[in-house]
């Protein structure tokens, strides 16, 4: 079992220090997703150290289908492939297998489904999920679950939830049965269960007080950001928060906007991650604690000043936003990089921010001053 102290509370907002087997995790934390064991727009792992990163996400249904989990477990598990000494999480797979796959069967054993690659039929259950993720031997491998998307009927959601509960036990028995064996490269693997429900506040509530009881190292929500109103998801996150163990890590998955985190950190929850930062990145939209900006705009064509005036990452300490704006224009991969190292180093400043502002009892202030202007447009 892995140790999380909670150093402080501010309200719901919480303080935290997460010690596992790869490194201490320092939280709130954002992790930054390489989905394929790589960050799209050319960022290596030297470069995710000098932008602050804690922890590496990546998903156990694209490596399993390339290069293939038993091909990085030969090498050594994924910290070793990619050369990377802090923590990763690995995704279950569950929201690819539901989002990607156009043919799918959902069965009491698991999920029947055809790669998006080629086609090829694929099953994954809570076993299987584990094995792969045991090969892949991240610092904390995710439970078997069903991503439903909002809205969804409501008895189909109490089934699903019902479902994933069951899986859930299964994964739990998998992983603890994986550990011990002698060929597992990382025998302290940990597992977070994920609270599912829609947007039905009983069915999350009665979901979380079931997995609470099973003693994990850490329980994410899930099956947020999926459809519902963002005013839904800080809903359901204010439902579920009391009920969730105040010693193990909160996960909010796949979320979000800088405004989101901000938000879902004043309603209690410790670790996030989304592929928006590097998303928006490639196509020109920059975070700032200015405000948002699209640095194709015409009106950067010719400025000399660099991204935000106030960030200190390695691409505004040596850049303009006018040559960025033209390597865009021009499709050079390097104008992506620049952008993705930017929006990576923005999202980790943040989240120092938000710890080092609950250290000093003010993070009730930070969330004033920030949660409208984050989301404001510095262009304007």
């Not at 928060?241 to 010693?247: G, T, V």
């Not at 033209?326 to 993705?340: A, F, I, Q, T």
Request: hydrophobic share 35%; charged share 25%.
């Amino acid at each position: 079992m892995a140790k999380f102290t909670l150093l402080k509370t501010e309200g719901s907002a919480r303080r935290g220090v997460f010690e596992t087997v790869h490194g201490t995790i320092q939280t709130p934390v954002f992790m930054n997703v390489g989905t394929s064991a790589a960050i799209r727009g050319g960022v290596s792992t030297a470069d995710l150290y000098e932008l602050g990163c804690q922890v590496e996400l990546s998903n156990t249904y694209h490596l399993h289908i390339r290069p293939g989990d038993r091909l990085i477990h030969d090498m050594g598990g994924i910290r070793r492939f990619f050369n990377w000494d802090r923590p990763v999480l690995t995704d279950s797979g569950g929201f690819q297998v539901f989002s990607l796959a156009k043919l799918r069967k959902i069965t009491e054993e698991g999920v029947t489904f055809n790669s998006h690659i080629d086609g090829k039929r694929i099953f994954m259950g809570p076993e299987e999920s584990m094995a792969i993720q045991s090969n892949l031997a991240s610092t904390i491998a995710m439970a078997f679950d069903e991503c439903v998307a909002n809205p969804a009927e409501y008895r189909y959601a109490k089934a699903s939830c019902d479902r994933t509960y069951r899986w859930l036990v299964r994964c739990r028995a998998e992983l603890t049965r994986l550990n011990s064996l002698p060929e597992t490269i990382n025998k302290n693997q940990l597992l977070f269960g994920i609270n599912q429900g829609c947007t039905y506040e009983d069915l999350r509530i009665d979901h979380m007080k079931r997995i609470a009881e099973l003693d994990l190292d850490g329980y994410a929500i899930g099956g947020l950001a999926v459809g519902e109103t963002a005013e839904e998801m800080y809903a359901i996150i204010e439902a579920v928060e009391p009920h969730a163990p105040k010693d193990r890590p909160r996960y909010l998955m796949g979320v979000g906007t800088p405004q989101n985190i901000v938000e879902a950190v004043y309603r209690g929850v410790d670790f996030f991650d989304c592929v928006m930062p590097s998303r928006n990145a490639r196509h020109g939209n920059l975070f700032t604690w200015e405000g948002k900006l699209t640095i194709l705009n015409e009106r950067y064509k010719t400025d000399p000043n660099p991204i935000s005036p106030s960030c200190q990452c390695p691409t505004c300490r040596r850049y303009s936003r006018a040559y960025i704006r033209h390597l865009l224009k021009v499709n050079e991969m390097l104008g992506m990089r620049l952008c993705v190292l930017h929006n990576l180093y923005f999202y980790n400043e943040l989240m120092a921010k938000i710890r080092e502002a609950l250290d000093n009892g003010e993070y009730e202030a930070f969330y004033r001053r920030y949660v409208n202007l984050l989301a404001s447009r510095a262009d304007d």
